[in-house]
């Protein structure tokens, strides 16, 4: 059968599926991708991100598919993105969050799963707090995994939307400086982030108080990661500046001495930025404490691209249900 898809650009696309393909089923991060998959998703992205401006925001590319979201931990961004994701694509889109679900009775995960599964999803999207959930749930379900985070492991499409975000501004990812600030051990988008970034050819730098930066992450030193010390030295001449959230709720000691020493010494201000390249600009994955680890006056500057982010967010996420679950084969 052949219908529109809705894309834009549905030659550009169907020859992006062929020449970059991503043909696994799940997404469970980005540490396992290859550079051509992840630059499939991203162009495929870029096909989608027009819908988004359209005055009917739909198209019947999934029409059919069922998706599932199941948030185990709270979520504003990325929960909504997923949901508009699969809507924008005409997908049926199911929410369920653990204080509605019979979770809160005792069921565990393993069966929520399987119960979910028995209803034929093509879909399930998956946060939880613990760090592997979204693979376990890969081994036990028919329909397509896609990991919305999972501990401090990973959040592939964070770190997808963040270099949807660097592309559309820098025009390539190849050559670029960025520097990763803020609670690095406790991040799941500082990891997604530096797999991404060092596999498509950025130099990385990471800053952050000595018991924030994990031992684990000094081996990918060759892949063209950097450990600062000082947060001054990971923000000079950089050209993507992105900054962590601390995340108290994953910390079960104390890392430093008090969100003001923190501020003082790790925030992001004007006058730090301003060691950064005149261009650089300024992510965050959200959401932001401001004062804490970004200032307001860099937050809602022009070289702030936070909402922008956001804006990215829901056609990367268009991008990962359409190959995930197979989508309408454009060409019929
Ligand atoms: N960036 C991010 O994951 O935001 P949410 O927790 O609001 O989804």
């Given at each position: 059968m052949t219908f529109d898809s809705g894309i834009r650009n549905p030659q550009s696309a169907t020859r992006n599926l062929l020449e970059?393909?991503?043909?696994?089923?799940?997404?469970?991060?980005?540490?396992?991708?290859t550079a051509a998959e992840i630059i499939g998703i991203l162009d495929t992205a870029e096909n989608f991100s027009?819908?988004?401006?359209?005055?009917?925001?739909?198209?019947?590319?999934?029409?059919?598919k069922t998706v599932i979201n199941l948030f185990f931990e709270a979520s504003t961004r990325t929960r909504t993105s997923f949901e508009l994701a699969a809507k924008r694509l005409s997908a049926d889109a199911v929410n369920i969050s653990v204080s509605s679900s019979s979770v809160s009775k005792g069921e565990t995960l393993l069966d929520t799963a399987m119960n979910l599964d028995a209803m034929a999803p093509d879909c399930i999207v998956v946060r939880h707090s613990s760090a592997g959930v979204p693979h376990q749930l890969a081994k036990v379900s028919k329909a397509a995994i896609v990991n919305a985070g999972d501990g401090a492991n990973e959040h592939p499409t964070q770190a997808l939307l963040d270099a949807m975000t660097i592309r559309e501004h820098k025009?390539?990812?190849?050559?670029l400086e960025v520097a990763i600030v803020g609670d690095?051990?406790?991040s799941r988008v500082a990891r997604s982030n530096i797999h991404l970034l060092t596999k498509m050819g950025a130099k990385v730098r990471v800053a952050g108080p000595g018991t924030l930066v994990?031992?684990?992450?000094?081996?990918?030193v060759e892949n063209g990661l950097e450990v600062c010390t000082h947060v001054e030295d990971a923000i000079e001449g950089a050209d993507v500046v992105m900054i962590l959230r601390i995340q108290r709720e994953r910390q079960?000691?104390?890392?430093?001495?008090?969100l003001r020493e923190y501020s003082i010494h790790y925030g992001l201000t004007n006058e730090r930025l301003?060691?950064?390249?005149?261009?650089a600009i300024v992510l965050h994955p959200g959401p932001m404490n401001r004062g804490i680890e970004i200032a307001s006056e860099v937050a809602d500057?022009?070289?702030?691209?936070i909402l922008d982010q956001v804006k990215y967010g829901v056609a990367v996420r268009m991008a990962v249900l359409y190959l995930a679950t197979g989508g309408a084969t454009v060409n019929g």
């Open positions: 970059k393909p991503f043909r696994r089923r799940d997404l469970l991060g980005i540490r396992d991708l027009e819908i988004s401006t359209r005055e009917v925001k739909k198209v019947p590319a999934l029409r059919g025009k390539q990812i190849d050559g690095i051990l406790h994990p031992e684990d992450f000094r081996h990918l079960d000691a104390a890392y430093f001495p008090s301003d060691l950064a390249r005149k261009d500057s022009s070289r702030s691209l």
